[in-house]
Every structure is written in C-alpha cells, then in structure tokens.
C-alpha cells in the first residue's frame, strides 16, 4: 500500500478549559505524535477560504483537502458581493422577486438564522429583507434555530436581531421558527422534515408564538435548546409589520401559495436537501407513501447548487477546482478507498472530490451506517469500530494503493456539548487509531494523521457548554512506512514534539490543509499538477 490519511474529524488543539481532547487518555495517539514527524495545521479563515475569523468546517476542510489548494468558499463570494453590491443584481434572486410581484405573491426566505458560519450567516438574510423592502416587495421569513455550530440558546439574540431588521425595513415577517434538527435532517428522516414542511406550506404545527423571540423563550421553558426547537408557527400581533400578513393569518391561508417564491440563504448543501425536494416536489425513490406532499407552484431559489439533479435555479453556481487529489490518483492508475460512516460520507467522497458528483476510475467507496440515536452522546463510540473492521478487511483483501478515512466521533459527539460523552468519544476514536495504523503500517504505507477543524477540543462550561467548532490549530502526524514491531503504540511519555522526525523528514511550520494533497503525493512519487498551489508539509 502507498499512503493513506486518516482524518480525526473535530480533533483540535484547545488552548485550555473543558478540552476532552486533552482530558481523554489517548496513548495510541501520545506514541504516534512521539515516535513519527509531528507539526500542527491552521484550518480557519483565509487560511481555508473563509473569511476572517470564521472557523473552519467538515466540507470546507475536505474540500481543501481534496484540492491542495485554498478553495474560496461560497460563504465568502456571498459576503464579498454583498460588500461590492454585486448581490443586489443577483440573476436567480431577482428573478424570484419578480416571480412574487407580478403573482401578486411574497418571497419566503428561508435558512438557518445565526452566525454560525457553517451552513449560513444571517447577514445574508438581512441583505436579502433589505433588497426586498428597496424593490417593494412582500417578504417572509421561515427561521430555522441553529444551537449546534453556536450556542445552544443563541437563538434569542440572533432571532432578536432579526426581529430588528425587519422593523427597521418594513419586510421581512418571521412565518414560522422550526429548529434545524426537523429542518435541516440530512439522514433520511422524512418525519422530521415533514414537521417543518407542514408548518412552512400548510402552517400546521402543535405550537404557536407570539413572535419568534417568544418561540425559543417558549422552547426553552420546556428545556429544548435552538437545535431542537419543534416547529412553531409566529401568530401574534407582535410578529407582523404587514396588514396583509396579519390578514392572511386572521383567513388561515397557508404561508405558501401558487406564484410565490422561496429563496434559501443557506449556502451549505448537505442540509438543505431533504426541504427542498419537499417544497420543489422532487421526489426520492425511496420516498414513503407516508410523506406524501402536494406543495403550491413555487419557485424555488437555491443559494448554491445542493444537487446537480435538481432543476433549480442557484444564486451561486458551484466554482469547482480541477486536477483534485482523486483526480490525480486516477490518472495514475491508483486505486483509493474512501471510508467513513454515513455521517461524513458524503465529505470522504462528494466534497473530497471538489464539490463535484462523480466516482474517480479506481475509486472503492465504503459507507458504515452511524447509529440510529436521537443524539450522539447516547453511543459515542459511533461506528468507528465498524470503521475500522471494514478498512482493514479491505486493506486485507484488495489491497488499495492510498487510504483516506474519516473518523466521525470527536466532531458529532463534540456537537452534543456533552463533555463525558466527547472524552468517550475521543478515546474510542484513539482504540481504533491503533488498530488501523498496526495495518496500515504492515502494509507499508506512508500515513498522514490530521484534522479538518476542532470541536471536542472546547467543550465550554457545565452552565454554558460549547456546541460549535473551534479556530484551534489542529495537528498533523507524518509516519514514514515501517514494521509494526518498530514502534510501540500506546507506549508514549507524555512529551509531545514539534518538528520531531521520522525517516529523515520533519513537518514544516505554516502549513494548511491546502498542503496535504501535495504532501501525499509527493510521499508516493507522483508530480503535483500546477492547479494545486499548495506545498508538501515534509521537509
């Protein structure tokens, strides 16, 4: 075998506080950083293609990874045109404000409300209040709470903000607060989808508010933080600036009608898919009867493409790089195992791959299901046992040139802000470590150990636990190709090396995720193309 790459997903490098990471006994990893080459990575802001100070992501990071170079986010080509004013003459957007005026509709904007950064920023969504209120056109707004990549109660604030904007434009009506655990499902739980579908088309939902400050307030004395907040339809006077809003509400009219439009300002894909084929009727194969739907004739807006079959108009096309890792892997005749669980399945193969739908010539592509758990915490070992069983026993057994596998549990437990639960995590995550790189090292291979971003790093406080990612640096291992009876796993001495060598190379400083594509490639021979920008890490 070559070379392979295991990423540590929310692995980071806290700088003190409730760190799981540091907590968690973690010897496999203790001995690698020890005995192999160790330096550390910056996977936020510029750094990755974000903007400043905004920390990195699972898609973000892989897609730098993949690309070996710095990719510019649609996150950051959204903000820069609303800074230019170039957003303002947005082709799909414009066309769906002039779709809702001469139907005599509104335009529904819809998107995760928060500044998480991840899946949306809602400066987005008040670009788009204030273009509609400037093009004088009715606006409303379904609010999806976010708790999960920014604090479990932010909603307030950032829905309070809103609340603000809207006054202040005249547009805008907060419809309908759903949190993003119904709204933004990515695992096929139809059910949840359907709960804030209903409350979206139909405004059917088992709870009401009187403004969207006072949904989450509600939610919260029921002890349900922003993720969870269960679909809540915004009824009262406080909520509408608009008479007419206050009129349909008063006729029971449903929040969508024919000749509407509905523009998504999330520019994260992965999440805003399952929603969208409900309200664009674009249905699954494995769709059930169950979830049946009968959506108005909308036009429905995408902020970036969140599926190259859906036949949808999109704000902002995808810009995807060439030449990317798998690319190069196969034009060398090299075959590649992809492995993940179903949770960042998608981020080993679709994002790794530059955003792009397709399978490289060589590629084996190996899915575990995660648990079926209403939350993390519950199994915080995840799959990562079952993981590891399938890469060995396809290492074993076909014998793949390189290896790039993800680890699910640091980040999606890190999520929880449960801190028992992410050093759990983080210890399981350490168990299979050892076994994988037992087999890999048999193999021959080189391995690169690396992160895409932090969370379990910093858990927050018992009163105030921290859910989101963080700006930490993360690490990097380089373990040049050796015995297993070399290096004795779990054996370390509590002393971790920068700078520290293994078969003659040491990691450099500066370096980024950008670099880790030319790294590997370098390790097995193979010449950089000129599109990747980034250099190898060895020295």
């Known amino acids: 075998m070559d070379a392979a790459l295991i990423v540590l997903d929310g692995w980071g490098l806290g700088d003190g506080g409730r760190d799981a990471v540091a907590a968690a006994e973690t010897p496999v990893f203790d001995c690698l950083a020890e005995s192999g080459a160790y330096g550390t990575l910056e996977v936020a802001g510029r750094r990755v293609g974000l903007p400043d100070g905004q920390m990195g992501n699972s898609e973000v990071g892989h897609l730098n990874i993949g690309a070996g170079r710095v990719v510019h986010q649609e996150y950051t080509r959204i903000s820069d045109s609303i ?20 139907n005599d509709g509104r335009v529904h904007f819809l998107g995760l ?25 009715e606006a409303v707004t379904h609010a999806i709470t976010d708790g999960r990549d920014t604090s479990p109660t932010g909603g307030r604030e950032y829905l309070a903000t809103l609340e603000d904007v809207i006054a202040d434009h005249g547009t805008g009506d907060v419809a309908t607060v759903t949190g ?38 509600k939610s919260y004395d029921r002890d349900v933080s922003d993720e969870f907040v269960e679909p809540t339809l915004v009824t009262g006077e406080a ?28 520019f994260r894909s992965d999440r805003a898919r399952q929603l969208t084929r409900m309200l664009a009727d674009i249905r699954p194969a494995d769709w059930s009867d169950t979830f049946e739907t009968s959506p108005p004739d909308v036009e429905v807006v995408m902020m970036t493409q969140y599926d190259k079959t ?26 590649q195992l992809r492995i993940a669980e179903s949770e960042k399945y998608a981020h080993v193969t679709y994002f790794l791959n530059g955003g792009r739908e397709v399978e490289f010539d060589g590629e084996i592509r190996e899915i575990v299901e995660s648990p079926d758990v209403p939350t993390y915490d519950l199994q915080p070992e995840m799959s990562a046992p079952e993981v590891t069983d399938t890469a ?19 980040d999606m437990v890190g999520h929880t802000g449960d801190y028992d639960a992410a050093i759990a995590a983080v210890e399981a995550v350490d168990e299979q470590l050892g076994r994988l790189v037992e087999t890999l090292e048999n193999a021959g291979a080189h391995v690169l150990i690396t992160a895409d971003h932090g969370n379990a790093d910093d858990m927050g406080t018992e009163d105030d636990p921290h859910t989101a990612h963080t700006y930490n640096d993360v690490p990097l291992i380089y373990l040049a190709p050796r015995a297993r ?55």
């Open 113 to 137: 409300v928060s500044d998480g950064g991840v899946h949306s920023d809602q400066a987005h969504l008040h670009a788009l209040i204030e273009m509609a209120a400037d093009r004088d056109v």
């Open 180 to 217: 993003r655990y119904y709204a933004m499902d990515r695992d096929q739980n139809w059910e949840r989808t359907k709960r804030a579908y209903d409350a979206i088309v139909n405004r059917e939902a088992d709870w009401t508010a009187e403004s969207a400050v006072d949904a989450v307030e």
């Open 310 to 335: 859906f036949d949808l108009p999109v704000a902002y096309p995808p810009n995807q790089p060439a030449q990317v890792l798998g690319e190069v892997l196969a034009d060398a005749g090299k075959t």
């Open 83 to 102: 800074a230019d004013g170039s957003f303002r003459e947005n082709d799909a957007i414009n066309r769906a404000f002039d779709r809702a005026r001469e």
């Open 392 to 410: 060995i026993d396809v290492i074993e057994s076909d014998d793949p040139d390189v290896l790039v596998l993800n680890y699910a549990n640091p």
């Open 485 to 539: 009876s070399q290096r004795d796993l779990g054996n370390a001495n509590g002393e971790t090396v920068r700078g520290g060598t293994d078969g003659g190379r040491t990691v450099r400083e500066g370096g980024t995720l950008a670099d880790v594509a030319p790294t590997i490639l370098e390790t097995i021979d193979l010449a950089q193309p000129p599109e990747m920008t980034g250099e190898s890490l060895l020295e």
């Open 239 to 266: 909520h509408s600036n608009s008479e007419s809003e206050r009129r349909s509400r008063e006729q029971g009219r449903p929040a969508l009608e024919d000749g509407d439009s509905v523009v998504w300002f999330n």
